[in-house]
């Protein structure tokens, strides 16, 4: 996918995908070496952000896999159109020999959907397969990937083995609902992915939102933390305080205050429980006067360097 480091940190940055220069490297050996990447952390650090801008960066495409309780392996690596097949079977009712031939071309690859997985190997160039959630999965799924992640392969009863095309880089993401097993562990590289720092915040926010000012960014960030301290049900996450700092643009101001708290809650507070916390009198307020305070230990941070 990327012939040298610094030609894959280059285009990783022209994304606006910011992460520390360690991160990157990883990123990049796992690439190369065509090892899986398991990304692990807190929900809305950026783990699955960073599969679609690899794959930006690398001008190809993602194969999203999508993990949920219940999820099959039809899901993951396809299966016949039986829809399709009842189809041919009535327009070509008189054009087979026995019923033996009938069953081979019903069983013919024309009549496979593939699903991200089988996708993701036929590829004519390296695409980034990005199973997302694994953790939501039971150790039966997981298990079942192990082929495609070792040797590459496929194995579907009625078609044969399915070999790749192009090796895809992997990306498995987990938010530690559970523990994954240790096979996955061993044939990964493993990088654990938190919320970013103020400042790295701050950098990612300035990227998205180029025309405010480096106080607001500052800002942006300081509360990001603050609320990331609040023990909400659910913090939020790096988009959403994308989408927070483009909102007050929206609005024309580059000032979060009080009187801002109904209108930016639905950004902020996606749960009733946090709604009723941050309604409090001095819920929002406390939040925007920590936020203030981290905010002023990086203006400092940053005259000091």
């Keep these: 996918m990327f012939a040298t480091f610094d030609d894959f940190a280059t285009k990783l940055m022209a994304t606006g995908y910011l992460i520390d220069p360690v991160t990157t490297k990883v990123v990049y050996l796992a690439a190369r070496l065509q090892k899986p990447l398991l990304l692990e952390g807190p929900p809305g650090s950026g783990k699955t952000e960073l599969a679609f801008s690899v794959a930006e960066a690398a001008r190809t495409h993602v194969e999203r896999l999508q993990c949920y309780r219940g999820v099959t392996a039809d899901k993951a690596i396809g299966r016949f159109d039986e829809s399709?097949?009842?189809?041919?079977?009535?327009?070509?009712?008189?054009?087979?020999?026995?019923?033996?031939?009938?069953?081979?071309?019903?069983?013919?690859?024309?009549?496979?959907?593939?699903?991200?997985?089988?996708?993701?190997?036929?590829?004519?160039?390296?695409?980034?397969?990005?199973?997302?959630?694994?953790?939501?999965?039971?150790?039966?799924?997981?298990?079942?990937?192990?082929?495609?992640?070792?040797?590459?392969?496929?194995?579907i009863p009625e078609l044969g083995t399915i070999s790749a095309r192009s090796i895809p880089l992997v990306v498995l993401t987990s938010n530690q609902e559970r523990r994954l097993g240790d096979p996955i562990r061993r044939r990964s590289l493993y990088v654990r992915v938190e919320h970013p720092t103020p400042e790295r915040e701050a950098e990612i926010i300035a990227s998205r939102t180029?025309?405010?000012?480096?106080?607001?960014?500052?800002?942006?960030?300081?509360?990001?933390?603050?609320?990331?301290?609040?023990?909400?049900?659910?913090?939020?996450?790096?988009?959403?305080?994308?989408?927070?700092?483009?909102?007050?643009?929206?609005?024309?101001?580059?000032?979060?205050?009080?009187?801002?708290?109904?209108?930016?809650?639905?950004?902020?507070?996606?749960?009733?429980?946090?709604?009723?916390?941050?309604?409090?009198?001095?819920?929002?307020?406390?939040l925007l006067d920590d936020g203030a305070r981290f905010a002023e230990s990086l203006t400092k941070r940053e005259k000091a360097c």
């Design 84 to 155: 399709l097949q009842r189809l041919y079977m009535e327009f070509s009712r008189d054009q087979h020999e026995s019923w033996e031939t009938v069953q081979s071309n019903l069983k013919g690859r024309d009549f496979f959907r593939p699903g991200p997985l089988m996708r993701a190997l036929e590829c004519e160039r390296p695409c980034v397969l990005l199973v997302d959630e694994l953790d939501k999965v039971d150790e039966a799924f997981e298990a079942m990937l192990l082929e495609a992640l070792s040797a590459w392969t496929l194995s």
């Design 210 to 286: 180029p025309g405010a000012g480096a106080t607001f960014h500052r800002e942006m960030a300081g509360i990001a933390r603050s609320f990331r301290n609040y023990s909400l049900e659910k913090p939020p996450s790096v988009s959403e305080m994308i989408d927070f700092a483009k909102a007050l643009e929206l609005l024309g101001t580059d000032h979060v205050t009080e009187e801002h708290r109904d209108i930016l809650l639905p950004f902020l507070a996606k749960t009733q429980a946090d709604r009723r916390r941050l309604l409090l009198r001095e819920g929002f307020k406390s």
